[in-house]
């Protein structure tokens, strides 16, 4: 455990309160959304409290702070990312969206029929439907990359699958259910040598380990603030300059265009082009203020943290009778998701049990049905952990499925 645990959790002013049955929080559902340090949330008062307005229209001071604030925050995520240029961050209200503004602008203007776009079953619906709707529109054909029996990516697979038909490689960094880990720089690699482009479903990744999307050869990277200790309704898409200034906008109104007559309208430079209307500004400013927080403490000290969480949730998981793991055993394949079963118990039972005892988790398909048919399942348990979480709370995890098995008489 790392030495300055206690610190970090005191920054996050949820984990010490207690539940309204008395018991302490545990909360272990980091992977459906992140809990907020306390330099965002009173950096959203402070917006709210001394300088709010809208931005990029007024001449007054508070126009002047909040889009001040608003184009460092999105330079901050730039740094952050290892992208080029600020103008490739575009806000969005999250990785849905991201996804979708890609498949309505760059696909639809250059996807045509007997295009290839190959997925695979372990996305995120965000990440999968609209690919699949935008795919049947165009005529183009998906083709899935095959999984090993650990929840891998079948590399070989993968390279048989490539054609110079393919034109979009659409994977995420990190499942959200079996926390694989996915080769991002090199299936971006293998991609453009045959001509196409890849985009990634960073929204678990960039929570868990450095992303740098030149190095990495990124085309698109769509992540959203609320998994990253930030706020709800705020995103990011990044894409190429070049790629980004080929597209279409997505939807149209204020602030995106140049000049409107009653003929016709020109549309801004990006990032501008693809945020129409007002945007959420204090979410925005306040992602960058979690990038700081992120930044500050340290990708050395979050993964050496979680990959020691790791390795003892996954040896006391093992333990329980009669439970299954979904996704890699090994820790250099996933991150901090484990997604489980108990034979004989419903993943609902399971999850209901184990909040009578203060631990959160998360039950269902998880946006991932495809997967959930691929495992021969139709839900599983989720218990995803974050740099602030400590092998107390597993213990806690452990006992509360003991205290699970043993109401639902598995024991």
């Not at 608003?70 to 600020?86: D, K, N, T, V």
């Not at 259910?177 to 991609?191: C, D, E, S, W």
């Not at 959203?224 to 930030?230: M, N, P």
Request: charged residues 20%.
């Amino acid at each position: 455990m790392i030495a300055n645990i206690t610190s970090i959790r005191h920054d996050f002013p949820i984990l010490n309160t207690k539940l309204p049955n008395g018991r302490p929080l545990v909360y272990l559902d980091s992977g459906a959304s992140a809990q907020r340090p306390r330099s965002v949330i009173n950096k959203i008062t402070e917006i709210y409290e001394h300088y709010y307005s809208n931005v990029h229209r007024g001449a007054h001071q508070l126009g002047d702070r909040v889009t001040s604030e608003m184009e460092s925050s999105r330079a901050r995520i730039q740094s952050f990312i290892g992208a080029s240029l600020p103008e490739e961050i575009i806000f969005t209200s999250g990785t849905t969206m991201s996804a979708n503004l890609v498949a309505q602008t760059w696909g639809r203007h250059f996807l045509k029929d007997g295009d290839e776009i190959i997925l695979n079953e372990m996305e995120h619906h965000a990440n999968f439907v609209p690919w699949q709707k935008i795919a049947k529109e165009r005529g183009v054909l998906l083709k899935f990359i095959q999984l090993t029996p650990d929840g891998r990516l079948d590399l070989e697979h993968y390279e048989c699958l490539l054609t110079p038909k393919t034109k979009l490689v659409a994977v995420t960094g990190m499942s959200n259910v079996l926390g694989t880990i996915n080769p991002v720089k090199y299936m971006a690699q293998r991609a453009h040598e045959v001509g196409a482009l890849i985009f990634v479903d960073g929204a678990q990744s960039v929570t868990h380990q450095p992303v740098n999307v030149v190095e990495s050869e990124i085309d698109f990277l769509a992540f959203s603030g609320h998994k990253l200790f930030g706020p709800s309704g705020i995103g990011v898409l990044y894409g190429r300059k070049t790629l980004l200034e080929s597209m279409p906008p997505f939807l149209f109104g204020g602030n995106m265009i140049a000049e409107v007559t009653c003929e016709k309208s020109t549309y801004a430079n990006i990032p501008a082009r693809f945020e129409a209307g007002t945007p959420p500004i204090t979410e925005a400013i306040a992602l960058g203020t979690a990038i700081d927080y992120v930044m500050e403490l340290g990708f050395d000290t979050i993964m050496e943290q979680e990959s020691l969480l790791s390795q003892y949730t996954l040896q006391k998981l093992q333990e329980v009778p009669g439970l299954q793991i979904y996704g890699p055993l090994e820790l250099e394949e996933r991150g901090s998701i484990f997604s489980f079963n108990i034979e004989g118990a419903h993943p609902e039972d399971l999850a209901t049990l184990l909040d009578r005892k203060g631990i959160a988790v998360r039950h269902g398909h998880h946006c991932t049905m495809p997967l959930h048919q691929h495992l021969n399942i139709n839900a599983s348990v989720r218990a995803s952990l974050a740099f602030y979480n400590t092998t107390e709370e597993i213990d806690a995890l452990i006992n509360a499925l003991e205290f699970a098995r043993q109401r639902l008489r598995l024991a």
